[in-house]
T-cell receptor, first 113, second 113 residues
Framework: GENVEQHPSTLSVQEGDSAVIKCTYS??????FPWYKQELGKGPQLIID?????GEKKDQRIAVTLNKTAKHFSLHITETQPEDSAVYFC????????????FGKGTSLLVTP | EAGVTQSPTHLIKTRGQQATLRCSPI?????VYWYQQALGLGLQFLLW???????NRGNFPPRFSGRQFPNYSSELNVNALELEDSALYLC????????????FGPGTRLLVL
């Protein structure tokens, strides 16, 4: 089955700096890669996603890049703010499994003022 | 537009009992996914229901089961509860137009004593 690895497990940055979280996947059939943000006591919130036919996608301060050949994808957050502090999860899915999500273990991001 | 709703928010049971968790998808969404988020194990796919049928299940024993009703809401049943079943149970739904994109509810926190 699909195996998604996520690094780092914790990340601390100063407000205004950039944060980068990296994930790798094992199944070349995976073709959809979402990123979720989970705040304490809440369910995961979709923040950005990318499909395998696209190499990069940007939404304001958030961007995701995908390297299909190397089977890795990354989340980039620029100009971080304290409210960006949360746990971030990457995931991979494919149509064969009905797009059931295979998640990484999560990255706890702390943005200090 | 209302999001995915789940009830109850918290549930306390003792070992050996049964738990029933409920989920209502976003209006117009016909598919429901269930995930378990246990401490130290991350988010794991449990079950997928679409148009009233179970379409796929993750690596969980048969005592985890569920159903989907004609209005597309869903129940997750966990029989013969074990201490390790203590976790946050998350429900997600997706639309017909974008089958890969899942939106999560706030979850039900189950504690087994």
């Amino acid at each position: 089955g699909e195996n998604v690895e996520q690094h780092p497990s914790t990340l601390s940055v100063q407000e205004g700096d950039s944060a980068v979280i990296k994930c790798t996947y094992s199944d070349s059939a995976s073709n959809y890669f979402p990123w979720y943000k989970q705040e304490l006591g809440k369910g995961p919130q979709l923040i950005i996603d990318i499909r395998s036919n696209v190499g990069e996608k940007k939404d304001q301060r958030i961007a995701v890049t995908l390297n299909k050949t190397a089977k890795h994808f990354s989340l980039h957050i620029t100009e971080t703010q304290p409210e960006d502090s949360a746990v971030y999860f990457c995931a991979a899915s494919q149509p064969n499994s009905g797009y059931a999500l295979n998640f990484g273990k999560g990255t706890s991001l702390l943005v200090t003022p | 537009e209302a999001g995915v709703t789940q009830s109850p928010t918290h549930l306390i049971k003792t070992r050996g009992q049964q738990a029933t968790l409920r989920c209502s998808p976003i209006s117009g969404h016909t598919s429901v996914y269930w995930y378990q988020q246990a401490l130290g194990l991350g988010l794991q796919f449990l079950l997928w229901y679409d148009e009233g049928e179970e379409r796929n299940r993750g690596n969980f024993p048969p005592r985890f089961s569920g159903r989907q009703f004609p209005n597309y809401s869903s129940e997750l049943n966990v029989n013969a509860l074990e201490l390790e079943d203590s976790a946050l149970y998350l429900c997600a739904s997706h639309s017909m137009g974008r089958k890969e994109t899942q939106y999560f509810g706030p979850g039900t926190r189950l504690l087994v004593l």
